[in-house]
């Protein structure tokens, strides 16, 4: 999957300041649909963080494969994180919702639990440019948790090969050229 298109400027974002590197942040949010805020993960985490972002940056120099970890959300309510890049949704790899029982009657009832999702993308290309990730909740935040998100070293991808078989072609049709000449004068 390639995204062509280009991100609007956002209010405040958290930079990942070297793709190649990758980076690391924690994320929370407080009601359904949006982000609420991104921190730091800790020093030297590969991504600045400002007051009141809601979202992530990425500018590539040149096409490359992106990947992303999602870890440590937890709520009451089952909560599956949408990914948008750019303003599109983008499916993940994998994705899960595993349900936990913290809390029992004496008869083995449960009394409560807590959902744990995780997911990840693998090798999505992006194009040279900037580009604008977004986490979108389904559910209001009822635990005041926070989740961590991981953004693997972007692999660069060179130039495909039609490039270089079309090179190829257009040098072969002027050496071509220069020899018929060459056999005409």
Request: charged content about 15%; cysteine-free; glycine content about 10%.
């Amino acid at each position: 999957m390639l995204l062509w298109l280009a991100a609007a400027p956002a209010q405040a974002t958290a930079v990942i300041e070297n793709p190649a590197a990758g980076g690391h942040s924690v994320f929370v949010w407080e009601a359904a649909g949006a982000l609420s805020g991104i921190f730091d993960a800790g020093p030297d985490d590969g991504v600045s963080s400002e007051t009141g972002s809601t979202d992530w940056q990425l500018a590539l120099a040149a096409p490359g494969l992106l990947g992303i970890v999602i870890s440590g959300v937890y709520n009451r309510p089952p909560t599956v994180l949408d990914l948008l890049i750019d303003g599109i949704g983008v499916p993940w790899t994998t994705s899960s919702v595993r349900a936990e029982v913290i809390s029992e009657d004496d008869q083995g009832v449960p009394l409560e639990i807590i959902h744990h999702f995780d997911a990840r993308l693998d090798g999505l290309l992006l194009a040279a440019g900037e580009h604008r990730l977004t986490l979108l909740p389904s559910a209001d935040n009822t635990d005041g948790t926070a989740g961590f998100i991981t953004f693997a070293a972007v692999v660069p991808v060179p130039a495909p090969p039609a490039l270089a078989l079309l090179a190829a072609g257009f040098g072969l049709v002027v050496a071509l050229r220069a020899r018929r000449t060459a056999k005409a004068a």
